[in-house]
């Protein structure tokens, strides 16, 4: 069985997220052959040089599961495009490029965060163009501590301002999008977050759009079996603390 989750947003704030985190590690990602993790993991992350207390015993609890021999695997999101390869060694997984191929199902199955998908939000666009440019990176990742958690700030105030202006249908992914995307990779399943949408559309032809939900007052995850997708919700009353 192999597991997927996207939009935890895992934040010091939200312990009741946090606990049904780990409760899920411990009651069913422990048995899964693979987890994958399809970004927007961490609420904002700006830097493995700023590791907090709180993300570094996440990674603990992740390299334990890892160690009973699930093959975690991390993709960023728009909120963690900075999380590096000292995270990664922290917490015993691997970086998933975004989009990636994978067999789920006995099917090839493409897996984005979903945020390139939203090609109608042109400022994201624009934004996301920016930031993501390997030149920045660079710049981003070598700022210093106290610069760019100001940047992330003002980053966080000007999003959530200009996303309350925003129709529901522009922060929406493309459909035009979606069908480029899924021809160019030859799939007829598609898988992604960002959103918050959880949701199985039916595409036609045989071919469906899998969005998993953010984790808030209940959990998501997609649970694959040698044959089928089930996209399942995780009530946090389910998620007692025993790990
Ligand atoms: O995150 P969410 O779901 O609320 O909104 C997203 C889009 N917003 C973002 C920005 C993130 O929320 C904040 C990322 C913090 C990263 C921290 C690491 C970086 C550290 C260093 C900082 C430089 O992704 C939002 C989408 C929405 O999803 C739905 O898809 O609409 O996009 C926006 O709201 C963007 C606005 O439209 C444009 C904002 C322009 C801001 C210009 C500032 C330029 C600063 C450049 C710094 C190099």
């Known amino acids: ?6 939009d935890l947003h895992l934040h010091e704030e939200r312990p009741d997220i946090t606990g049904a985190f780990l409760a ?15 970004g927007d993991f ?12 709180f993300q570094r015993s996440i990674a603990q609890a992740l390299s334990a599961v890892a160690a009973s021999g699930t093959q975690i695997y991390l993709m960023h999101g728009n909120r963690d495009f900075l999380i590096g390869n000292d ?25 984005t965060h979903g945020d390139s998908l939203c090609t109608s939000d042109k400022s994201y666009i624009r934004l996301r163009r920016v930031l993501r440019n390997p030149l920045i990176l660079l710049i981003l990742r070598n700022l210093p501590l106290r610069t760019r958690q100001r940047l992330a700030g003002d980053l966080r105030q000007k999003s959530k301002a200009s996303t309350r202006m925003k129709a529901s249908d522009i922060t929406d992914v493309n459909p035009e999008e979606v069908a480029r995307v899924m021809a160019l ?19 036609g032809n ?4 899998i969005v ?10 997609i649970e694959a079996s040698a044959s089928q997708l089930k996209l399942l919700a995780l009530p946090f009353s389910d998620t007692t603390a025993d790990c």
Request: hydrophobic share 45%; proline share 3%.
């Open 212 to 221: 998993l939900g953010d984790w808030d007052t209940q959990g998501w995850y």
């Open 42 to 53: 961490f609420e904002v992350w700006i830097g493995d040089d700023a590791i907090s207390p």
């Open 87 to 111: 995270f990664c060694k922290l917490a015993d997984c691997q970086l998933l490029a975004d989009p990636s191929l994978i067999k789920l199902a006995g099917e090839s199955v493409l897996l």
């Open 1 to 6: 069985m192999i597991l997927l989750i996207s």
């Open 206 to 209: 045989e071919k469906q759009r």
């Open 24 to 38: 899920f590690l411990q009651q069913h990602a422990k048995h899964a052959q693979a987890l994958y993790i399809l």
């Open 185 to 203: 990779h030859k799939v007829r399943t598609l898988i992604h977050g960002h959103t918050h949408r959880p949701a199985v559309h039916d595409l």
